[in-house]
Protein backbone atom coordinates (compact mmCIF):
# COMPACT_ATOMS: atom_id res chain seq x y z
CA UNK A 1 0.00 0.00 0.00
CA UNK A 2 1.60 2.88 -0.98
CA UNK A 3 -1.49 5.47 -2.08
CA UNK A 4 -2.20 7.90 0.75
CA UNK A 5 -5.43 6.49 1.63
CA UNK A 6 -5.94 4.33 4.27
CA UNK A 7 -9.70 3.58 4.36
CA UNK A 8 -8.82 0.17 5.63
CA UNK A 9 -8.51 1.26 8.89
CA UNK A 10 -10.24 4.62 9.06
CA UNK A 11 -13.82 4.76 8.71
CA UNK A 12 -16.40 7.59 9.27
CA UNK A 13 -18.03 7.93 12.28
CA UNK A 14 -21.53 6.50 10.81
CA UNK A 15 -20.38 3.50 9.65
CA UNK A 16 -18.22 2.64 12.45
CA UNK A 17 -18.81 -1.00 13.90
CA UNK A 18 -19.00 0.10 17.49
CA UNK A 19 -20.02 3.63 18.06
CA UNK A 20 -21.87 4.67 21.27
CA UNK A 21 -25.08 3.42 19.61
CA UNK A 22 -24.24 0.25 19.92
CA UNK A 23 -24.34 -2.37 22.77
CA UNK A 24 -20.92 -3.02 24.87
CA UNK A 25 -20.93 -3.68 27.74
CA UNK A 26 -20.10 -0.57 29.24
CA UNK A 27 -20.07 -1.39 32.69
CA UNK A 28 -18.10 -4.54 32.55
CA UNK A 29 -14.62 -3.73 34.21
CA UNK A 30 -14.46 -7.58 34.73
CA UNK A 31 -11.74 -7.92 32.13
CA UNK A 32 -9.67 -5.11 33.15
CA UNK A 33 -9.77 -6.42 36.71
CA UNK A 34 -8.34 -9.95 35.19
CA UNK A 35 -5.79 -8.13 33.81
CA UNK A 36 -4.98 -5.67 36.09
CA UNK A 37 -2.87 -8.29 38.23
CA UNK A 38 -1.11 -9.17 35.22
CA UNK A 39 -0.15 -5.88 33.74
CA UNK A 40 0.06 -3.46 36.27
CA UNK A 41 2.83 -3.85 38.60
CA UNK A 42 2.55 -2.75 42.27
CA UNK A 43 6.23 -2.21 43.60
CA UNK A 44 7.24 0.60 45.85
CA UNK A 45 11.07 1.47 44.94
CA UNK A 46 12.33 -0.60 48.32
CA UNK A 47 10.13 -3.25 47.25
CA UNK A 48 12.58 -3.28 43.85
CA UNK A 49 15.36 -3.50 45.41
CA UNK A 50 14.79 -6.33 47.04
CA UNK A 51 14.10 -7.86 43.99
CA UNK A 52 17.89 -7.41 42.96
CA UNK A 53 18.64 -11.08 41.60
CA UNK A 54 21.14 -13.30 43.07
CA UNK A 55 23.89 -13.29 40.92
CA UNK A 56 24.89 -17.27 41.98
CA UNK A 57 20.79 -18.15 41.55
CA UNK A 58 20.11 -18.72 37.82
CA UNK A 59 16.36 -18.94 38.02
CA UNK A 60 16.58 -15.76 39.72
CA UNK A 61 18.06 -13.69 36.83
CA UNK A 62 14.89 -15.04 34.39
CA UNK A 63 12.73 -12.03 35.31
CA UNK A 64 14.33 -8.65 36.86
CA UNK A 65 12.76 -5.60 37.36
CA UNK A 66 13.96 -2.76 34.89
CA UNK A 67 14.54 1.17 35.35
CA UNK A 68 13.31 2.92 32.34
CA UNK A 69 13.86 6.70 32.47
CA UNK A 70 12.68 9.35 33.36
CA UNK A 71 15.62 10.62 31.07
CA UNK A 72 14.79 8.50 28.63
CA UNK A 73 14.70 9.70 25.13
CA UNK A 74 11.31 7.92 24.36
CA UNK A 75 9.89 8.59 27.54
CA UNK A 76 8.41 12.10 26.21
CA UNK A 77 10.00 14.16 29.31
CA UNK A 78 10.19 12.79 32.65
CA UNK A 79 7.91 9.43 32.39
CA UNK A 80 10.00 6.76 34.10
CA UNK A 81 8.53 3.23 33.91
CA UNK A 82 9.45 0.05 36.08
CA UNK A 83 9.32 -2.79 33.79
CA UNK A 84 9.26 -6.84 35.04
CA UNK A 85 10.77 -8.63 32.37
CA UNK A 86 11.34 -11.80 31.10
CA UNK A 87 13.68 -12.04 28.92
CA UNK A 88 12.92 -9.15 26.10
CA UNK A 89 9.13 -9.80 27.11
CA UNK A 90 7.24 -7.23 29.36
CA UNK A 91 5.19 -8.41 32.05
CA UNK A 92 3.95 -6.10 33.85
CA UNK A 93 4.70 -1.87 34.13
CA UNK A 94 4.65 0.38 36.99
CA UNK A 95 4.68 3.93 35.37
CA UNK A 96 6.05 6.35 37.57
CA UNK A 97 5.13 10.11 37.42
CA UNK A 98 5.52 13.29 39.44
CA UNK A 99 8.84 13.93 38.22
CA UNK A 100 7.58 17.89 37.06
CA UNK A 101 4.91 18.18 39.52
CA UNK A 102 5.36 21.60 40.70
CA UNK A 103 1.97 21.90 41.96
CA UNK A 104 -0.02 24.01 39.45
CA UNK A 105 -3.26 23.49 41.40
CA UNK A 106 -1.82 24.86 45.03
CA UNK A 107 -0.12 27.83 42.59
CA UNK A 108 -3.55 28.78 40.94
CA UNK A 109 -5.58 29.36 44.31
CA UNK A 110 -2.59 32.22 44.66
CA UNK A 111 -3.73 33.54 41.40
CA UNK A 112 -6.15 35.79 40.36
CA UNK A 113 -9.29 34.17 37.49
CA UNK A 114 -6.96 37.14 35.13
CA UNK A 115 -3.95 35.69 35.84
CA UNK A 116 -5.33 31.88 35.57
CA UNK A 117 -4.42 31.28 31.90
CA UNK A 118 -0.51 32.12 32.47
CA UNK A 119 -0.84 29.18 35.19
CA UNK A 120 -2.35 26.31 33.10
CA UNK A 121 -0.58 26.99 29.90
CA UNK A 122 1.75 25.83 31.34
CA UNK A 123 0.29 22.33 32.07
CA UNK A 124 -0.10 20.98 28.28
CA UNK A 125 2.72 22.93 26.57
CA UNK A 126 2.17 21.63 23.11
CA UNK A 127 -1.60 22.06 23.05
CA UNK A 128 -1.78 24.87 25.86
CA UNK A 129 -4.51 27.05 23.91
CA UNK A 130 -7.10 23.98 25.51
CA UNK A 131 -6.16 24.58 28.98
CA UNK A 132 -6.64 28.42 28.36
CA UNK A 133 -9.77 27.62 26.96
CA UNK A 134 -11.24 25.27 29.71
CA UNK A 135 -10.30 27.68 32.60
CA UNK A 136 -11.99 30.26 30.34
CA UNK A 137 -14.90 28.66 29.69
CA UNK A 138 -15.36 27.43 33.76
CA UNK A 139 -14.85 30.86 34.70
CA UNK A 140 -17.48 32.33 32.72
CA UNK A 141 -19.45 29.65 33.59
CA UNK A 142 -19.57 30.31 36.92
CA UNK A 143 -20.09 34.76 36.47
CA UNK A 144 -22.80 33.75 33.83
CA UNK A 145 -21.55 35.71 31.41
CA UNK A 146 -21.44 35.28 27.70
CA UNK A 147 -18.92 36.11 25.25
CA UNK A 148 -19.23 37.49 21.66
CA UNK A 149 -19.38 35.57 19.00
CA UNK A 150 -16.19 36.82 17.43
CA UNK A 151 -14.24 35.55 20.56
CA UNK A 152 -15.89 31.83 20.10
CA UNK A 153 -15.29 31.84 16.67
CA UNK A 154 -11.09 33.07 16.90
CA UNK A 155 -11.20 30.77 20.35
CA UNK A 156 -12.06 27.71 18.03
CA UNK A 157 -9.77 28.64 14.74
CA UNK A 158 -6.45 29.03 17.20
CA UNK A 159 -7.34 25.82 19.32
CA UNK A 160 -7.94 23.60 15.66
CA UNK A 161 -4.50 25.22 14.51
CA UNK A 162 -3.33 24.06 18.12
CA UNK A 163 -4.51 20.85 17.49
CA UNK A 164 -2.97 20.44 14.21
CA UNK A 165 0.31 21.69 16.01
CA UNK A 166 0.11 19.17 18.72
CA UNK A 167 -0.44 16.24 16.24
CA UNK A 168 2.18 17.51 14.20
CA UNK A 169 4.57 17.57 17.45
CA UNK A 170 3.48 13.81 18.16
CA UNK A 171 4.13 12.58 14.15
CA UNK A 172 7.47 13.82 14.73
CA UNK A 173 8.38 12.45 18.00
CA UNK A 174 6.32 9.02 16.87
CA UNK A 175 8.44 9.24 14.16
CA UNK A 176 11.81 9.40 15.86
CA UNK A 177 10.72 6.76 18.34
CA UNK A 178 10.71 4.08 15.94
CA UNK A 179 13.80 5.19 13.67
CA UNK A 180 12.27 7.41 11.40
CA UNK A 181 14.62 10.41 12.43
CA UNK A 182 13.92 12.58 9.06
CA UNK A 183 10.04 12.15 10.18
CA UNK A 184 10.99 14.47 13.37
CA UNK A 185 12.70 17.26 11.30
CA UNK A 186 9.37 17.23 8.68
CA UNK A 187 7.18 17.29 11.63
CA UNK A 188 9.09 20.58 13.88
CA UNK A 189 9.23 22.29 10.46
CA UNK A 190 5.22 22.27 9.84
CA UNK A 191 4.63 22.61 13.43
CA UNK A 192 7.02 25.65 13.58
CA UNK A 193 4.75 27.10 10.56
CA UNK A 194 1.85 26.78 12.60
CA UNK A 195 3.82 28.41 15.96
CA UNK A 196 4.67 31.58 13.86
CA UNK A 197 1.29 31.93 13.26
CA UNK A 198 0.90 31.64 16.79
CA UNK A 199 3.18 34.12 17.78
CA UNK A 200 1.87 36.92 14.94
CA UNK A 201 -1.41 36.90 17.40
CA UNK A 202 -0.68 36.30 20.46
CA UNK A 203 3.05 36.98 20.89
CA UNK A 204 4.37 33.74 21.88
CA UNK A 205 5.20 30.69 20.15
CA UNK A 206 3.64 28.27 23.31
CA UNK A 207 2.18 29.33 26.80
CA UNK A 208 0.33 32.35 24.86
CA UNK A 209 -2.21 33.54 27.80
CA UNK A 210 -3.67 34.23 24.53
CA UNK A 211 -7.99 33.30 26.01
CA UNK A 212 -8.90 34.35 29.07
CA UNK A 213 -12.12 34.99 30.82
CA UNK A 214 -14.58 37.27 28.91
CA UNK A 215 -12.69 36.69 25.59
CA UNK A 216 -9.53 36.37 23.91
CA UNK A 217 -6.53 39.08 24.64
CA UNK A 218 -6.14 40.81 21.32
CA UNK A 219 -8.22 40.88 17.64
CA UNK A 220 -6.64 38.58 14.82
CA UNK A 221 -3.79 41.01 12.99
CA UNK A 222 -4.33 42.45 9.77
CA UNK A 223 -4.41 39.72 6.86
CA UNK A 224 -5.03 36.74 9.26
CA UNK A 225 -6.79 35.36 6.14
CA UNK A 226 -3.91 35.44 4.13
CA UNK A 227 -1.80 33.30 6.37
CA UNK A 228 -3.92 30.59 7.55
CA UNK A 229 -4.35 30.28 3.67
CA UNK A 230 -0.48 29.98 3.20
CA UNK A 231 -0.46 27.66 6.38
CA UNK A 232 -3.25 25.54 4.70
CA UNK A 233 -1.46 25.38 1.47
CA UNK A 234 1.36 24.87 2.59
CA UNK A 235 0.45 22.09 5.67
CA UNK A 236 -2.33 19.54 3.24
CA UNK A 237 0.78 18.57 0.78
CA UNK A 238 3.12 18.02 3.83
CA UNK A 239 0.18 15.51 4.94
CA UNK A 240 0.11 13.62 1.95
CA UNK A 241 3.99 12.96 2.35
CA UNK A 242 3.87 12.41 5.82
CA UNK A 243 1.47 9.18 4.29
CA UNK A 244 3.99 8.50 1.52
CA UNK A 245 6.71 8.45 4.39
CA UNK A 246 5.20 6.88 7.14
CA UNK A 247 1.53 5.53 6.40
CA UNK A 248 2.29 3.12 3.49
CA UNK A 249 5.53 2.43 4.62
CA UNK A 250 5.97 -1.71 5.77
CA UNK A 251 8.52 -1.52 8.38
CA UNK A 252 6.60 1.40 9.36
CA UNK A 253 3.65 -0.66 9.42
CA UNK A 254 5.19 -3.64 11.40
CA UNK A 255 6.65 -1.81 13.98
CA UNK A 256 2.90 -0.18 14.97
CA UNK A 257 -0.03 -2.76 13.07
CA UNK A 258 -1.17 -5.26 16.22
CA UNK A 259 1.16 -3.45 18.72
CA UNK A 260 -0.13 -2.39 22.04
CA UNK A 261 -4.03 -3.29 21.68
CA UNK A 262 -7.40 -2.23 23.78
CA UNK A 263 -10.41 -3.13 23.48
CA UNK A 264 -13.55 -0.21 23.68
CA UNK A 265 -14.76 -2.21 27.15
CA UNK A 266 -11.24 -1.62 28.80
CA UNK A 267 -10.68 1.97 27.28
CA UNK A 268 -14.23 2.95 28.74
CA UNK A 269 -13.34 1.17 32.16
CA UNK A 270 -9.72 2.53 32.29
CA UNK A 271 -11.65 6.36 31.49
CA UNK A 272 -9.55 6.83 28.77
CA UNK A 273 -10.24 9.45 25.58
CA UNK A 274 -9.34 11.20 22.94
CA UNK A 275 -7.64 8.98 20.24
CA UNK A 276 -6.93 5.92 22.37
CA UNK A 277 -10.55 5.62 22.92
CA UNK A 278 -11.52 5.97 19.58
CA UNK A 279 -8.78 3.89 18.45
CA UNK A 280 -10.55 0.89 19.41
CA UNK A 281 -13.69 2.15 16.99
CA UNK A 282 -15.59 3.69 19.48
CA UNK A 283 -16.27 7.31 18.08
CA UNK A 284 -16.46 9.68 21.07
CA UNK A 285 -15.54 13.09 20.62
CA UNK A 286 -16.75 15.65 23.05
CA UNK A 287 -16.84 18.51 19.52
CA UNK A 288 -19.52 16.37 18.05
CA UNK A 289 -21.12 14.62 21.43
CA UNK A 290 -21.22 17.37 23.88
CA UNK A 291 -20.69 21.16 21.41
CA UNK A 292 -19.15 23.59 23.06
CA UNK A 293 -17.77 26.80 21.34
CA UNK A 294 -19.11 26.53 18.01
CA UNK A 295 -18.56 23.14 17.00
CA UNK A 296 -22.39 22.27 15.75
CA UNK A 297 -21.86 24.83 13.02
CA UNK A 298 -19.28 23.56 11.56
CA UNK A 299 -18.76 20.32 9.59
CA UNK A 300 -15.98 17.61 11.00
CA UNK A 301 -16.04 13.68 11.07
CA UNK A 302 -14.92 11.94 13.89
CA UNK A 303 -12.38 9.52 13.11
CA UNK A 304 -12.03 5.96 14.22
CA UNK A 305 -10.21 3.18 14.37
CA UNK A 306 -10.81 -0.87 13.71
CA UNK A 307 -8.48 -2.67 16.14
CA UNK A 308 -7.29 0.11 18.68
CA UNK A 309 -3.45 -0.32 17.94
CA UNK A 310 -0.38 1.60 17.87
CA UNK A 311 -1.01 2.18 14.22
CA UNK A 312 -4.73 3.27 14.41
CA UNK A 313 -3.73 5.76 17.02
CA UNK A 314 -1.04 7.03 14.39
CA UNK A 315 -4.01 6.84 11.78
CA UNK A 316 -6.54 8.83 13.38
CA UNK A 317 -3.74 11.30 14.57
CA UNK A 318 -2.75 12.22 10.87
CA UNK A 319 -6.28 12.10 9.58
CA UNK A 320 -7.68 14.67 12.67
CA UNK A 321 -5.27 16.82 11.49
CA UNK A 322 -6.58 16.79 8.03
CA UNK A 323 -10.01 17.58 9.62
CA UNK A 324 -8.96 19.92 11.98
CA UNK A 325 -7.45 21.77 8.73
CA UNK A 326 -11.11 20.92 7.33
CA UNK A 327 -12.23 23.24 10.04
CA UNK A 328 -10.19 25.96 9.82
CA UNK A 329 -11.18 26.49 6.16
CA UNK A 330 -14.92 26.75 7.45
CA UNK A 331 -13.70 29.01 9.64
CA UNK A 332 -12.28 31.58 7.38
CA UNK A 333 -15.50 32.27 5.91
CA UNK A 334 -17.85 31.76 8.75
CA UNK A 335 -15.79 34.57 11.27
CA UNK A 336 -18.15 36.84 12.82
CA UNK A 337 -17.34 40.50 12.81
CA UNK A 338 -17.97 42.59 16.34
CA UNK A 339 -15.85 42.29 19.49
CA UNK A 340 -13.51 40.01 20.42
CA UNK A 341 -13.91 40.51 24.82
CA UNK A 342 -17.07 40.75 26.37
CA UNK A 343 -18.09 44.34 26.66
CA UNK A 344 -19.49 43.30 30.65
CA UNK A 345 -17.38 45.83 32.59
CA UNK A 346 -16.99 43.91 35.45
CA UNK A 347 -14.64 41.46 33.65
CA UNK A 348 -13.05 43.57 30.69
CA UNK A 349 -10.94 46.69 31.97
CA UNK A 350 -11.43 49.57 30.17
CA UNK A 351 -9.85 51.02 26.74
CA UNK A 352 -6.31 52.28 27.06
CA UNK A 353 -7.93 55.65 25.54
CA UNK A 354 -10.23 55.57 28.52
CA UNK A 355 -7.60 55.62 31.03
CA UNK A 356 -6.20 58.92 30.24
CA UNK A 357 -9.29 60.62 30.75
CA UNK A 358 -11.51 59.80 33.47
CA UNK A 359 -9.75 58.83 36.94
CA UNK A 360 -12.69 56.15 37.24
CA UNK A 361 -11.47 53.82 34.30
CA UNK A 362 -8.26 54.28 35.89
CA UNK A 363 -9.32 52.94 39.39
CA UNK A 364 -11.31 50.50 37.37
CA UNK A 365 -8.17 49.27 35.55
CA UNK A 366 -6.01 49.26 38.62
CA UNK A 367 -8.61 47.21 40.44
CA UNK A 368 -8.48 44.59 37.66
CA UNK A 369 -5.24 44.03 37.69
CA UNK A 370 -4.17 44.02 40.95
CA UNK A 371 -7.49 42.60 43.12
CA UNK A 372 -8.69 40.79 40.27
CA UNK A 373 -12.64 40.72 39.75
CA UNK A 374 -14.93 38.44 42.12
CA UNK A 375 -16.78 35.35 40.66
CA UNK A 376 -19.64 34.06 42.43
CA UNK A 377 -20.08 31.44 44.54
CA UNK A 378 -20.06 28.05 43.19
CA UNK A 379 -18.35 24.85 41.84
CA UNK A 380 -18.63 24.12 38.40
CA UNK A 381 -17.23 21.57 35.77
CA UNK A 382 -16.84 22.14 32.60
CA UNK A 383 -15.03 19.67 29.57
CA UNK A 384 -13.08 20.36 26.23
CA UNK A 385 -11.55 17.62 23.52
CA UNK A 386 -7.73 18.55 23.71
CA UNK A 387 -5.88 16.51 20.90
CA UNK A 388 -5.43 14.03 23.97
CA UNK A 389 -8.52 13.43 25.11
CA UNK A 390 -11.09 15.28 28.21
CA UNK A 391 -9.40 18.28 28.99
CA UNK A 392 -11.76 19.64 32.41
CA UNK A 393 -11.77 22.19 34.30
CA UNK A 394 -13.42 21.75 37.99
CA UNK A 395 -13.20 25.34 39.29
CA UNK A 396 -14.56 26.13 42.76
CA UNK A 397 -15.13 29.39 43.70
CA UNK A 398 -15.72 31.19 47.40
CA UNK A 399 -16.89 34.59 46.05
CA UNK A 400 -13.73 36.24 45.83
CA UNK A 401 -11.05 36.82 43.42
CA UNK A 402 -8.96 33.77 43.59
CA UNK A 403 -10.73 30.02 42.72
CA UNK A 404 -11.06 28.44 46.13
CA UNK A 405 -10.12 25.66 44.16
CA UNK A 406 -9.25 24.92 40.70
CA UNK A 407 -8.53 20.85 39.40
CA UNK A 408 -7.39 20.09 35.79
CA UNK A 409 -8.70 16.61 34.72
CA UNK A 410 -5.70 15.85 32.20
CA UNK A 411 -6.19 13.63 29.48
CA UNK A 412 -2.33 12.29 29.67
CA UNK A 413 -2.42 11.39 33.29
CA UNK A 414 -5.61 9.52 32.87
CA UNK A 415 -4.37 7.92 29.71
CA UNK A 416 -1.14 6.79 31.14
CA UNK A 417 -3.42 4.16 32.91
CA UNK A 418 -3.69 2.04 29.59
CA UNK A 419 0.08 2.16 29.37
CA UNK A 420 0.39 -1.34 31.32
CA UNK A 421 -2.30 -3.13 29.94
CA UNK A 422 -1.28 -1.76 26.74
CA UNK A 423 2.34 -3.47 27.16
CA UNK A 424 1.59 -6.42 28.82
CA UNK A 425 3.13 -8.97 26.83
CA UNK A 426 4.84 -7.39 24.14
CA UNK A 427 8.41 -6.56 23.36
CA UNK A 428 10.39 -4.12 24.88
CA UNK A 429 11.15 -2.69 21.39
CA UNK A 430 7.53 -2.13 21.38
CA UNK A 431 7.43 -0.81 24.49
CA UNK A 432 8.24 2.45 23.01
CA UNK A 433 6.29 2.61 19.91
CA UNK A 434 3.45 2.43 22.61
CA UNK A 435 4.28 4.84 24.87
CA UNK A 436 5.13 7.40 21.42
CA UNK A 437 1.66 6.33 20.89
CA UNK A 438 -0.42 7.14 24.12
CA UNK A 439 1.24 10.48 23.45
CA UNK A 440 1.90 11.76 27.16
CA UNK A 441 2.63 15.45 28.06
CA UNK A 442 4.49 15.02 31.38
CA UNK A 443 3.49 18.60 31.92
CA UNK A 444 -0.12 17.99 32.02
CA UNK A 445 0.17 14.30 33.57
CA UNK A 446 2.10 15.99 36.72
CA UNK A 447 1.23 19.67 36.56
CA UNK B 1 -34.02 12.88 46.17
CA UNK B 2 -32.22 10.33 43.38
CA UNK B 3 -31.01 6.62 44.19
CA UNK B 4 -32.18 7.74 47.67
CA UNK B 5 -29.58 10.63 47.90
CA UNK B 6 -30.11 14.29 48.18
CA UNK B 7 -29.87 16.14 44.47
CA UNK B 8 -29.39 19.19 43.51
CA UNK B 9 -27.81 21.18 40.73
CA UNK B 10 -25.29 23.82 40.23
CA UNK B 11 -24.75 26.31 37.28
CA UNK B 12 -27.13 23.86 35.54
CA UNK B 13 -25.08 20.36 36.18
CA UNK B 14 -26.57 17.56 38.34
CA UNK B 15 -25.17 16.89 41.57
CA UNK B 16 -26.00 14.31 44.07
CA UNK B 17 -24.53 14.55 47.88
CA UNK B 18 -24.35 10.95 48.78
CA UNK B 19 -23.00 10.17 52.47
CA UNK B 20 -19.20 8.17 52.30
CA UNK B 21 -21.46 4.68 52.97
CA UNK B 22 -23.92 5.34 50.78
CA UNK B 23 -21.18 6.26 47.56
CA UNK B 24 -20.50 2.39 46.92
CA UNK B 25 -24.21 2.19 46.44
CA UNK B 26 -24.86 4.97 44.57
CA UNK B 27 -22.30 4.85 41.98
CA UNK B 28 -23.06 1.53 41.65
CA UNK B 29 -26.46 2.05 40.70
CA UNK B 30 -24.87 4.97 38.47
CA UNK B 31 -23.25 2.45 36.74
CA UNK B 32 -25.67 0.46 36.12
CA UNK B 33 -27.94 3.00 34.57
CA UNK B 34 -25.71 3.96 31.96
CA UNK B 35 -22.88 6.30 33.68
CA UNK B 36 -20.23 4.16 31.30
CA UNK B 37 -17.50 6.05 33.02
CA UNK B 38 -15.97 7.70 35.38
CA UNK B 39 -14.23 10.55 34.00
CA UNK B 40 -12.61 12.39 36.85
CA UNK B 41 -12.13 12.04 40.82
CA UNK B 42 -10.39 14.79 43.07
CA UNK B 43 -11.02 16.55 46.44
CA UNK B 44 -11.58 20.16 47.64
CA UNK B 45 -10.64 21.16 51.45
CA UNK B 46 -13.17 23.47 52.73
CA UNK B 47 -11.40 24.63 55.83
CA UNK B 48 -10.79 28.05 54.52
CA UNK B 49 -14.45 28.48 53.36
CA UNK B 50 -16.35 31.63 54.62
CA UNK B 51 -19.64 29.35 54.54
CA UNK B 52 -21.18 26.81 52.24
CA UNK B 53 -24.43 27.68 51.07
CA UNK B 54 -24.94 24.78 47.49
CA UNK B 55 -25.37 21.85 50.24
CA UNK B 56 -28.91 20.40 50.38
CA UNK B 57 -30.63 20.38 54.36
CA UNK B 58 -29.68 17.06 55.77
CA UNK B 59 -26.19 17.03 54.68
CA UNK B 60 -23.80 18.43 57.42
CA UNK B 61 -20.54 20.38 55.60
CA UNK B 62 -17.70 18.39 56.41
CA UNK B 63 -13.91 19.53 55.56
CA UNK B 64 -12.96 17.29 52.97
CA UNK B 65 -14.96 16.97 49.83
CA UNK B 66 -14.91 14.28 47.97
CA UNK B 67 -15.78 14.51 44.21
CA UNK B 68 -16.73 12.10 41.36
CA UNK B 69 -17.66 13.01 38.20
CA UNK B 70 -19.74 10.09 35.89
CA UNK B 71 -20.42 10.53 32.47
CA UNK B 72 -23.01 8.46 30.48
CA UNK B 73 -22.40 8.66 26.75
CA UNK B 74 -25.49 7.23 25.21
CA UNK B 75 -27.48 9.71 26.84
CA UNK B 76 -24.94 12.79 27.00
CA UNK B 77 -25.66 12.80 30.54
CA UNK B 78 -22.85 13.81 33.25
CA UNK B 79 -23.71 14.49 36.83
CA UNK B 80 -21.51 14.89 39.86
CA UNK B 81 -20.97 13.45 43.40
CA UNK B 82 -19.98 15.58 45.89
CA UNK B 83 -19.09 13.35 49.10
CA UNK B 84 -18.66 15.15 52.72
CA UNK B 85 -15.10 13.49 54.20
CA UNK B 86 -15.20 14.59 58.07
CA UNK B 87 -11.57 15.46 58.94
CA UNK B 88 -11.08 13.22 61.69
CA UNK B 89 -12.12 10.07 59.67
CA UNK B 90 -10.63 10.85 56.65
CA UNK B 91 -11.62 7.72 54.53
CA UNK B 92 -14.16 6.57 51.57
CA UNK B 93 -14.58 3.81 50.01
CA UNK B 94 -12.54 3.10 46.79
CA UNK B 95 -14.18 2.82 43.47
CA UNK B 96 -11.52 0.75 41.80
CA UNK B 97 -13.95 -2.53 41.77
CA UNK B 98 -16.66 -0.51 39.98
CA UNK B 99 -14.08 1.70 37.40
CA UNK B 100 -10.65 0.61 37.36
CA UNK B 101 -9.90 4.67 35.76
CA UNK B 102 -9.96 5.84 38.86
CA UNK B 103 -6.73 4.15 40.69
CA UNK B 104 -4.20 7.17 39.26
CA UNK B 105 -6.97 9.57 40.68
CA UNK B 106 -7.57 8.40 44.07
CA UNK B 107 -3.89 8.08 44.66
CA UNK B 108 -3.39 11.54 43.24
CA UNK B 109 -6.63 12.80 46.08
CA UNK B 110 -4.67 10.48 48.90
CA UNK B 111 -1.15 12.00 47.97
CA UNK B 112 -2.68 15.37 47.64
CA UNK B 113 -5.13 15.37 50.69
CA UNK B 114 -4.64 12.28 52.95
CA UNK B 115 -7.90 10.93 51.97
CA UNK B 116 -7.66 7.21 52.28
CA UNK B 117 -9.58 4.72 49.94
CA UNK B 118 -10.71 1.27 51.37
CA UNK B 119 -9.95 -1.26 48.84
CA UNK B 120 -7.92 0.94 46.75
CA UNK B 121 -5.52 -1.95 45.31
CA UNK B 122 -2.19 0.63 45.66
CA UNK B 123 -2.28 3.74 47.86
CA UNK B 124 0.90 5.47 47.36
CA UNK B 125 2.23 8.80 46.81
CA UNK B 126 2.09 9.51 42.45
CA UNK B 127 3.03 13.38 42.39
CA UNK B 128 5.15 14.04 45.46
CA UNK B 129 8.15 11.52 46.63
CA UNK B 130 7.52 8.48 48.24
CA UNK B 131 9.20 10.08 51.78
CA UNK B 132 7.46 13.30 51.39
CA UNK B 133 5.63 14.41 55.24
CA UNK B 134 2.64 16.04 54.63
CA UNK B 135 -0.45 16.95 51.82
CA UNK B 136 0.12 19.89 50.30
CA UNK B 137 -3.47 20.74 48.27
CA UNK B 138 -4.80 21.04 52.20
CA UNK B 139 -5.53 24.61 53.06
CA UNK B 140 -3.30 24.59 56.36
CA UNK B 141 -0.37 23.53 53.73
CA UNK B 142 1.56 26.93 53.21
CA UNK B 143 3.33 27.92 50.34
CA UNK B 144 7.07 29.19 51.26
CA UNK B 145 6.97 27.44 54.55
CA UNK B 146 8.16 24.21 52.97
CA UNK B 147 11.73 23.29 54.04
CA UNK B 148 13.11 21.12 51.03
CA UNK B 149 12.47 18.34 51.04
CA UNK B 150 15.00 15.24 49.29
CA UNK B 151 16.14 12.01 49.68
CA UNK B 152 19.93 12.07 51.12
CA UNK B 153 19.95 15.41 50.58
CA UNK B 154 23.29 16.89 52.66
CA UNK B 155 22.46 19.60 54.72
CA UNK B 156 23.88 22.77 53.30
CA UNK B 157 24.81 25.82 55.50
Known amino acids: MTTGTHDATLRDAAEAPSDATTGIDMGSAERVHRRDGSAVLRLSEAEALDQVSDPDNPAADERMILNMGPAHPSTHGVLRLMLEMEGETILRTKPVIGYLHTGMEKTAENLSFLQGPTNVTRMDYAASLFSELVFSLATEKLLGIEVPPRATWIRMLMCELN ?20 MMIYGWREREEVLRFFEKVTGLRMNH ?30 LDEYDTLLTGQPIFRQRLQGVGVLTPAEALALSATGPILRSTGYAWDLRRDEPYLAYDEVDFDVLVGTYGDSFDRFAIRLDETRESLRIVEQILDLMPTGDYRTQDK ?8 RIGESMEALIHHFKIFTEGFHVP ?3 VY ?6 RGELGCYLVSDGGPKPYRMHIRGPSFVNLQTLPHLMEGGLIADGVAIISSVDPIMGEVDR | ?52 IDLPTGIAAERFELVVMLHAHQRGERVRLRVQVPADDPSVPSLFDLFPGTEAMEREVFDLYGVTFDGHPDLTRILMPEDWEGHPLRKDFDIGSIPVQFKDAPVVR
Not at chain 1, 212 to 231: E, F, K, Q
Not at chain 1, 346 to 353: D, F, G, L, Q
Not at chain 2, 26 to 52: E, N, Q, S
Open chain 1, 163 to 182: RVSSHLLFQATNGMDLGAVS
Open chain 1, 346 to 353: KVTPPPRA
Open chain 2, 1 to 52: MTYGVPETTSRGQRVLHPSPDQLIGTVTALRDDGFCTAVDVTAVDYADHPGR
Open chain 1, 377 to 379: EGE
Open chain 1, 209 to 238: NYIRPGGVAADLPDGWRDDIRRLLDLIRPR
Open chain 1, 382 to 387: VAVESP
